[in-house]
């Protein structure tokens, strides 16, 4: 560490005092399945999702708030944001007595306006994209003298998401390695800060996707890279790059950045749901993508992963989880050609006998080559493994009348699995 970092363990230690009372210690669950998915020694989930407004934003929010002089409280503060930092605004607003204005683009869904209303907070919708709502949050801040509450270039913001690191070691102190999501560096400029003033050498390895990935450059050239483009499903850590206090906490502090596929992605908001039984949104999902991936080496340790938010539009969860299920080859939609429609009973009752569920029967679009004396339907099989499908699969084409033309089913599946 340097005399010039901008947030020191002495900053963490204090956000922690103010934040005591005020946010939930969440939750570190224990996953056998997935220590033996990545070969770890154990591997512990941080659960922000579960957090007060389902992420940890309300930490870095409460903790710069809570120090802005009184006539600065009086005048009020302003955000902008599509998502999680909107809402930890609004509610630290409503727990100081603080008026507060998030500006948010066009194109936020009316669920989060919502939530973001819900917590006392004005909202102003201005802008087709986030960048001009973040444009517009400048300029009336500085017309109308509010406190511009930056989402995380700002030591008190990364301060506050710091205490994550601090609970982390307290609940699992033999911790060997933490992968953190990377947006514009605040949780984890944060938790590393507080995990590398701890006794022990603990690894922090930051996470992006590929299609937003900049921050391993950044560090890696020791000057601030930014990306022109993002594109990425997980939209929470679609930053273009980080800003100068992120960069300067992360330097010397973050050991490393890796980086993940969407595929995997999906795949791992998939497993959360059906093994940790925890919603969890893309980009929080994104840590325990790059622990199954194999993103790193990760044998015979104490590993954690920091899942940093949950709010996820149920109906875009559920497609996410369906697309992750096919990424693990465990969900096939093969074409068939039958006889007749009275075919299909025959196919769920086979499909039944093996364990297979049956999720969905649907009229196929007719290809070039198809026998225009048959039936195409298209189906959903989804069964505990690829090879689970791959038998169900042979013993539907085994079937009199029925014809497998295209068998649907991921032949090179994430994680290996």
Partial sequence: MTAETPVSIADVEAARDRLAEIVHRTPLDRSTTFAEMS???SVGSKLENTQRTGSFKIRGAYNCMAQLAEAQRERGVIAASAGNHAQGVALAGDLLGIEATIVVPEITPASKIAA?????AEVVVEGDIYERSYEHALDLAEREDLEFVHPFDDERVIAGQGTVGLEL???YPELDTV???ISGGGLIGGIATALKAQDRDIRVLGVQPEGAAHAGRSLENN??????????VADGIADTRLLETTFETMRGRVDGVVTVSDSGIAAAVALLAERAKTVVEPAGAAPLAALLSGAAEFEDEDVAVVLSGGNADLSDHADLVRQGLIELGRYATPRLAVEDRTRIGTIAKRVAEDGVKLADVRTGRRAPGDDPNRKVVEV????????????VLDALEALEGVCVVDRGL?????FGR
């Fill in 39 to 41: 070969g770890a020694r």
């Fill in 410 to 414: 991921e032949t090179d599946p994430v």
């Fill in 179 to 181: 992968l953190v999501a």
């Fill in 223 to 232: 000057e601030i890279y930014e990306r022109e483009t993002v594109d990425t």
């Fill in 116 to 120: 973001t209303r819900g917590y006392g």
């Fill in 169 to 171: 070691f307290e609940q």
């Fill in 380 to 391: 959903g099989i989804e069964g505990s493994s690829p090879e689970h499908l791959r038998a």
